[in-house]
């Protein structure tokens, strides 16, 4: 199967009130950390930025990486994984596996159990305690359907008119619903 890796890395950080891809977590810049995981996996990969990428692209080491400007990422996520689909379709992958750039706790072992996941489903995703995590592979089946969402909720939306679309991966892992939205005032 034709895997495309995505990490999602074009918002605003509005409510982080600062750059948090360049954040420091334990040594390292939060997009740093997803950037090393998935170049642990032989897939493609590819980042999808927003126009301050040329700013800051030099604090980090993304060299296996594709890159594409979301030049609509004020409009939300749903602008990014449209922009991720439209260059799946394009090089004609069979699913795409969506990161979020400022989940730097994914264990390497979740990713491998969504990529050995056989389903019919059209996506496949690790749930923690029933809420939905990270990474989500989701199918060609539904690639069209996305390029049809708006805002900033990302594939939400057709998860929630549509559970039965969803295999879901019961982990133990609360890290594959931890992002950091908020930084942590001292």
Do not use: C
């Not at 690790?126 to 708006?150: E, S, V, W």
């Amino acid at each position: 199967m034709k895997i495309l890796g995505v990490i999602l890395a074009a918002g605003l950080s509005t409510r982080f009130k600062d750059n948090k891809l360049l954040f420091e977590y334990n040594g390292k810049a939060l997009l740093q950390w997803t950037i090393d995981l998935l170049n642990k996996f032989d897939i493609d990969k590819l980042m999808i930025v927003n126009e301050k990428w040329e700013s800051i692209k030099k604090n980090f080491d993304y060299n296996n990486f594709k890159i594409i400007k979301n030049h609509n990422y004020k409009n939300g996520i749903s602008s990014s994984v449209k922009e991720a689909i439209k260059f799946a379709l394009k090089y004609n992958y069979e699913s795409v596996l969506i990161f979020l750039g400022d989940m730097p706790l994914i264990p390497r072992n979740i990713v491998t159990t969504i990529l050995n996941t056989t389903s019919e489903k059209p996506i496949i995703a690790p749930y923690y305690k029933d809420k939905k995590g990270f990474p989500t592979l989701i199918k060609r089946a539904l690639f069209y359907d996305i390029l049809n969402i708006q805002g900033d909720s990302g594939i939400k939306q057709i998860i929630k008119n549509n559970p039965e679309f969803v295999e879901k991966i019961n982990v133990d892992y609360p890290e594959v619903t931890v992002d950091f939205d908020y930084k942590l005032e001292v």
